[in-house]
Structures are given as structure tokens and as C-alpha cells.
């Protein structure tokens, strides 16, 4: 395959050309060390991000990427291809070859984001306020207005005592609601710096009179300072916003905007940005409750904060056009304006009547067609394991882990959505998050829907609901009579060989599972096989079983002679949607739990010393940027 040197790469970037630099090993490595503009593109869930995330088939890709001492590269190249792509280039040498050739190595996720943070508090001064400090204005009932700056379902999960959660994107258009009074001192929290500077730094640039300043180290020096965090906290922004404030900011957002070279165009001139040879993403930065009410058709949503915190995994074309559309040009211009600084060419739709966003709910989900494989229906796979819904939690003694039936009648649709819930949030970027077993299941169910992105389907939402239906309807005897591709098999007894492997997101296994299902990382399917015991039948499965189905072609070509693979028809939704039981936690580990890494920011738990190395690494970062080269920010 034709390879791209190091040189040849940063030149790209240097210049402003368009490139997309891949990895493509699972997110915990990757977070070990990578180049500052590589996106992590795992090779397990390829396809299903690949078109989302570089539309345009001819832009230049450049791979690496190396996992159990193979090269990922072709694998990932020939997956590529078959996907319409047309150049791809393993990057010579891989990530050795880049650091050989004098390149930076970065640890950690939305590094871009996280550097140009850094650079703003560096060249900007932004204020900030130490832990003991704050505590100190809230025990004393002071004049101050806290406010949360990540998604709200991080600040649920834990937040600073009487703060209100404000994501990154609506502090400049609803702050003045919470904070009328210009005396009123306002302080900006996230986890650790980069959404606090940010949202500190946009509310001093839109010109808010009052006293402004960041938590400095966010939740991380708040827990550091050996101070209490809140739990399940709910406290929102408020909706409405008034016509003269939200003039103000209007105002204020759009010459802040122009000052940061964002340009304008209205709807009907948007194909002029629309090229053969320009790679164009399209961003509505509202709420993605707002979103979903309505939006631009075209347009993905991308609430603003976490696109300027997460842009390498929003655009991971580099040199790409981006535009962005909210309802009256506040949250645009703002994240625009940041964009513009890290060095986006990028514009905003001028506000268009209410009636242009016609599009209503999620999109479909832009992915291939997987090759047809053999499935096998859920009273079939049942059958053969030898379980029942009548069982309940004994689970038939397939599991070590602890089992329970995932419910019956009215409560199989919940189930279903509930799971559903770890699938369908693709673009809360980041996502999006892994669970360690001394976490509250509040936590857990919060972060496992953010790291579903092993096997998203956009519209198995409403598919969930209707197999709940049809559950409730036929029985699970009647069900098993029905006509499927292991038909031939179902009178076999239970005693015949069969493995359930599970290639879903790892925090969505350990929370539930298949009783007796293996956990495996997709793309290490031959590594994983030497762990899970040989069988007759191979069953792949995960959340909507999707992922399962693109996983079926590799399994063939790895289990014994005459061994049959099938795809669980409708993935483990589907056995829930039954009510059979299901097991939870690290029961069967096929694989390590590779696909998600852990930030020593998010959730609870997490040692001291791994939040205090985060946040000396981030202090870091400005001289490591320096040192790499290839930024082209400029903060204003």
C-alpha cells in the first residue's frame, strides 16, 4: 500500500491542505501516545464512523496504528477501500516512525482542544479562583453564581455544591439570567481546565460586566483541596431567555465572531461552500433536545462546548470547512469564534425562519450495508443455552456473575430503551464514559450510554420498541418455531458447543449481558478466540447487532473447521426486549477493556496522584506545543 512520510504529513498540516491522520487502534492505547492531529478511529467499528466522520471519499488518509504486534494499517486500509476511498496511505513507520522523524508524541483524548485551552489561559491571563477560595464565598452565602460547563450528564454525576449546569455553548446567551446583577460574581467549573478556561475566557470576550473567573483545576482541584463534591445534582439553565439580554448577546457574539475572521452566509448560498475537493461538516451547536425538535437538513448535531472540546473526533479532517447553524447566531458565532482561532476555516448560517428546520429527530446513521451472515433468533440461541424467562435469577447457572431477567410485559420496552440508551449517543462526543465497579449506578448508567459507540444504530430506538411489542404479543415458544438461518439446528440439545461472543462496548457488557456471553474487542477477534473455549456454534451479538454483523466476516475466516457463525437477529436488544435474563460484570473477559480509556477527570474514584499527573501534564502542554509545530492557532 502507498505510504505518506512524517515530513510529508506535518508539510499537509502546516499548510493548511486537507489530511486525515488515523489511528486505528482501540481509545486506551491510542490515549498512551499519538500524534497532536491524529483522530482515533478504532479498526473495530470502522465502518460504522468512517462515512460520518470523513465524507469525502478522496480526501487524503494517512494510517498507523499496531495492536498484539500487527501492523492494523492494511486491515484498516482494505476496509477503506471497500468503503470507496480511494487514497489511503499507511503512515511510514507508524507512531515510531513519526517520533523518529523529530514528531510529538501526546498523551490523553482531545488533545488539540485540551493544548489550545492551555495556550488561551497562557496568552489570556484568564482568572481563575483556587478551591479553598470558592469554598470560602459559598460557605460565606457571598454574591456568586456557579455555573457547570460540561454536558449535563457529567455534571449529574458530580458537581461543585449550588453550582447550575450551563454547557460550554449557552454561558454567553443564558448567564445574564442567572446572574442579572453585573456585581454578581460569576465562577466557571468543568473537571479539570480546558471547558472552564474556555467558558471563562467566552464570557469575558462577549464583554459580560460582571466579575468573571474560572474554578481553577475544576472538579479534580476541588477534590484535591480535600473538598466535597455533590452527586445527582439537577439544577438546568433556565429556557427562557429575555429579548433584551438575549440581544446583548446576540450582539456581542456576532463582533466577537467578525474579530476572529468567521464568515456569514445565508441557507440558499450554502452550496457555494459545497465542493469536489473540499471536505465540508455541517454542525447545528444547540441542545440536542433542540436539535431534535427541529434542525437544518444536513446538519449533525454538535452541542458547542463539546465541539471545540472534542473537534478532533467532530472533524477529524484536518483543513476541512466547517458550518455551523443555531436559531438566533449566539451559540454559532461563540463556538465559531474558536473555532476560527484553532485555525478552522469556518462559517455560520445566517438565523433562518423556524420553518427551514424541518428536519425533525436523529438521522440515520450513515454506514454500510454489512455482507449477509447467518442469524440465529433469540428463542433459537435461548434453546440452545438452555435458558427460559421463567427462570428468572437463577439464569440456569450459565453465569458467575450476578443475573436477572431484563423484565417482562410493559417493563420489556423499558429494558430495551434503556439499553438502547448506551447505543445512541454517538455524538455526545466523548464521550461518553467507562465504568469502574466502585462507581453509583447513577454513574454507570450515565457513562455507559456515552460509550456506545461500538455499535450505534440512530433508529433501533423505535426498532427496540417494536421487537418489545412483538415480544409481549407471541409467546417465547411460538417465537422459537419461527423460521431462522439456525432453524436446522434448534432441536439440538442444549449440551452442544456454543459461545456467545459480545463485541459491544465493554461498559455495556459489564453492565449486562447474555448469560454465559464472552466479552471481545472486535478487531482482536484471533486473540480472543485462544481464551474462549472451542464450539460447535459461534454466535456474534452486541447492543443492536449491528456491530455483530460487520464482525461475523472476520470470525469466519478464525474458528475450527465445520464450526457455523451466526449474528444474534436484533443483538442483545432483542434478548432483553424477550425478558431472559441477563448477567453483569467482568464475567468472561475474552479481551481487555481496551476500547475505552479511563480520564482520571471524570467520575468518582479515581486516585489522587492520576488526577494530580493529569493535571501537571496539562500544565505542560503550552511547551509541548511549541516544540510539535504543526498548531496554526492564534488566540485573540
Not at 48 to 58: C, G, H, S
Not at 226 to 253: I, K, N, W
Not at 258 to 275: K, M, N, P, Q, Y
Request: aromatic residues 6%.
Amino acid at each position: 500500500m502507498p505510504t505518506l512520510s512524517a515530513a510529508a504529513v506535518r508539510a499537509a498540516l502546516l499548510a493548511g491542505a486537507e489530511i486525515a491522520l488515523i489511528d486505528v487502534r482501540e481509545e486506551d492505547p491510542y490515549a498512551h501516545g499519538h500524534p497532536l492531529w491524529a483522530a482515533n478511529f478504532p479498526l473495530s467499528k470502522l465502518e460504522l464512523e468512517a462515512w460520518t466522520r470523513i465524507p469525502r471519499r478522496d480526501t487524503t488518509i494517512a494510517i498507523y496504528g499496531e495492536a498484539l504486534g500487527e501492523d492494523l494499517a492494511p486491515r484498516a486500509a482494505a476496509v477503506l477501500a471497500a468503503l470507496g476511498y480511494t487514497r489511503v496511505h499507511r503512515l511510514e513507520g507508524g507512531l515510531a516512525g513519526w517520533q523518529a522523524a523529530g514528531g510529538e508524541r501526546f498523551i490523553d483524548v482531545n488533545v488539540p482542544s485540551k493544548a489550545f485551552g492551555e495556550l488561551v489561559d497562557a496568552t489570556r491571563r484568564t482568572p481563575s479562583l483556587s478551591a479553598q477560595e470558592v469554598k470560602q464565598l459559598i460557605d460565606a452565602r457571598a454574591d456568586v453564581v456557579i455555573v457547570d460547563a460540561r454536558r449535563f450528564d457529567e455534571y449529574r454525576t458530580m458537581s461543585i455544591p449550588t453550582a447550575t449546569s450551563v454547557p460550554g455553548a449557552e454561558l454567553v446567551l443564558r448567564v445574564r439570567e442567572l446572574a442579572p446583577d453585573p456585581a454578581t460574581r460569576v465562577i466557571v467549573n468543568c473537571a479539570g481546565r480546558t471547558r472552564s478556561i474556555i467558558g471563562t475566557q467566552s464570557l469575558i470576550n462577549a464583554g459580560l460586566p460582571n466579575p468573571v473567573a474560572a474554578l481553577r483545576n475544576g472538579t479534580i482541584g476541588w477534590t484535591l483541596a480535600g473538598q466535597t463534591l455533590d452527586h445527582g445534582a439537577s439544577r438546568r439553565f433556565p429556557e427562557h431567555v429575555d429579548a433584551e439580554r438575549r440581544e446583548a448577546a446576540r450582539q456581542a457574539a456576532r463582533g466577537l465572531a467578525w474579530r476572529a475572521g468567521v464568515a456569514r452566509i445565508a441557507l440558499h448560498d450554502l452550496r457555494t461552500l459545497e465542493s469536489d475537493d473540499r471536505t465540508l461538516y455541517r454542525f447545528d451547536v444547540r441542545t440536542p433536545d433542540e436539535y431534535a425538535a427541529g434542525h437544518l437538513p444536513g446538519f449533525a448535531s454538535a452541542p458547542g462546548g463539546q465541539l471545540v472540546q472534542e473537534t478532533d473526533h467532530h472533524a477529524p479532517v484536518r483543513g476541512a470547512r466547517i458550518v455551523l447553524a443555531d436559531d438566533d447566531g449566539v451559540r454559532a458565532d461563540m463556538s465559531a469564534s474558536w473555532l476560527a482561532q484553532m485555525g478552522w476555516d469556518v462559517s455560520v448560517v445566517e438565523p433562518v425562519d423556524a420553518r427551514e428546520r424541518g428536519e425533525r429527530g436523529q438521522p440515520a446513521a450513515r454506514a454500510p450495508q454489512p455482507a449477509e451472515s447467518p442469524t440465529v433468533s433469540v428463542a433459537t440461541l435461548a434453546q440452545w443455552l438452555g435458558v427460559t424467562a421463567a427462570e428468572g435469577d437463577a439464569a440456569n447457572g450459565l453465569g458467575e456473575g450476578h443475573a436477572s431477567r431484563a423484565g417482562a410485559g410493559a417493563q420489556d420496552a423499558q429494558d430495551a430503551r434503556d439499553m438502547q440508551d448506551m447505543q445512541d449517543m454517538q455524538d455526545m462526543q466523548d464521550t461518553q464514559d467507562t465504568q469502574d465497579t466502585q462507581d453509583t449506578q447513577d454513574t454507570q448508567d450515565a457513562r455507559a450510554r456515552e460509550v456506545a459507540r461500538a455499535d450505534v444504530d440512530e433508529n433501533a430506538d423505535q426498532r427496540a420498541d417494536e421487537r418489545a411489542d412483538e415480544a409481549r404479543r407471541e409467546p417465547l415458544a411460538e417465537r422459537s418455531a419461527r423460521s431462522d438461518d439456525a432453524s436446522d439446528d434448534a432441536s439440538d440439545d442444549a449440551s452442544a458447543g456454543v459461545a456467545v461472543i459480545d463485541v459491544t462496548a465493554s461498559a455495556n457488557y459489564v453492565q449486562r449481558h447474555i448469560p454465559g456471553a464472552w466479552y471481545a474487542v472486535r478487531a482482536q477477534l484471533r486473540d480472543a478466540l485462544t481464551r474462549i473455549p472451542r464450539a460447535r456454534r459461534y454466535v456474534l451479538t452486541c447492543g443492536s447487532g449491528q456491530l455483530a454483523a460487520f464482525a461475523a466476516a472476520d470470525l469466519r475466516g478464525l474458528v475450527p473447521d465445520g464450526a457455523s457463525v451466526y449474528v444474534l437477529d436484533g443483538g442483545t436488544l432483542a434478548w432483553l426486549a424477550a425478558g431472559l435474563p441477563v448477567e453483569d460484570g467482568e464475567t468472561r473477559l475474552a479481551s481487555p477493556r481496551i476500547d475505552r480509556y479511563r480520564r482520571p477527570y471524570e467520575g468518582i474514584g479515581n486516585a489522587a496522584e492520576a488526577m494530580q499527573a493529569y493535571l501537571d501534564w496539562e500544565f505542560g502542554l503550552v511547551e509541548q506545543l511549541r516544540l510539535d509545530g504543526t498548531h496554526r492557532f492564534e488566540v485573540l
